[in-house]
């Protein structure tokens, strides 16, 4: 299962809205297949492993992260395929949590006597695929926060300066993010201020790019913003509220821009219906990239699933930079948002903490 998970590993970033899935086929002993989900529309894993395998798989044992599918969807049920390889054992890492699935694989497979046995490795399994079981049973996408700060809390000086808090191996797992996720979030701030192009750049691989996502109000970012003007194949989507002049919005529009307008809450974009209407486009995961009213604002919305906090080994010295979150905080500390189930990880001389928000 440990290497079924390797290889699910692998389809990161490729298999959206599915889950990513990795198997491996053993018969006496012995590796014969192995596989995973590349695609979304692609084969799956098992039926990879399976291919590989070839007649080897007949009395084998297969080993699959995720419960195989018993329904068709862009794809014929792999519980078929399994039963017509003569596979004798299956062994499954966690059930399918989605909920719309009819006919669950595992009951299906052994009711044709097959020897079926499930929750190995399940938590590697759930934190594996942790944004499909969000988007599956909630229909809403996994959001997660990142940012990077001094050791005092500081995420640009007083001038807005910002280039560069963290190293240059902190910044390239922030392209792995991008590269997993479906979409990305800033607001006009950020694009006003560092013109971002908001794209996945990873050395010597293949990459996907998020689809862009900015919060602009009123429509304030120029029509020369580099986001709005890339050779991408996702798009950027601008979120604007009912009091944008209609001038501005035509004079955003390029083939690649999407828009979406929204009701305002104290002259902000609602996020808890922008989340909403992201999960009915289809997007199941969201990476804010913001800056501090951002990064406030989205807490102060519940819609944050997770956070990256980066803090490097500086000290900025002073009250008057800018701070991870803007806005009203909380009267005691007894009130403070406590993260869960945390993991530290060092980049050099920088240290993220990755924990999660469980209200």
Known sequence: MKMALELAEQGRGWTSPNPMVGAVIVKDGKLVGKGFHRAAGGPHGEIHALNDAGEKASGATLYVTLEPCNHTGRTPPCTQSILKSGIRRVVVGMKDPNPRVTGGGIAFLKSQGLDVSAGVCED??????????????????????????????RIATRTGDSKWITNPLSRQFVHELRHAVDA????????????????????????????????????????????????????????????????????????????????EEEGQIDLTALVKELGRMGVTSLLIEGGSRVNGSALRAGIVDKVYMFFAPKIYGGEDGVPIFAGSGIELMEQSMRLNNISVHRFEDDVMIEGYLNR
């Open 184 to 263: 990305i979030m800033v607001g006009k701030g950020t694009v006003l201020k560092d013109n971002p192009r908001l794209t996945t750049r990873i050395e010597n691989r293949k990459a996907s790019d998020p689809i862009r996502i900015v919060l602009d109000t009123h429509l304030s970012i120029p029509p020369n913003a580099r986001l709005l003007h890339l050779a991408s194949d996702s798009d950027t989507l601008i979120v604007y509220g009912s009091s944008a002049p209609a001038e501005k919005k035509r004079m955003l529009e390029g083939p690649n821009v999407r828009f979406l307008k929204l009701d």
């Open 124 to 153: 590697e399994c759930r934190h594996l695929n942790e944004i499909f079981i969000k988007y599956a049973t909630t229909s809403l996408p996994f959001v997660i926060l990142k940012c990077a700060a001094t050791l005092d809390g």
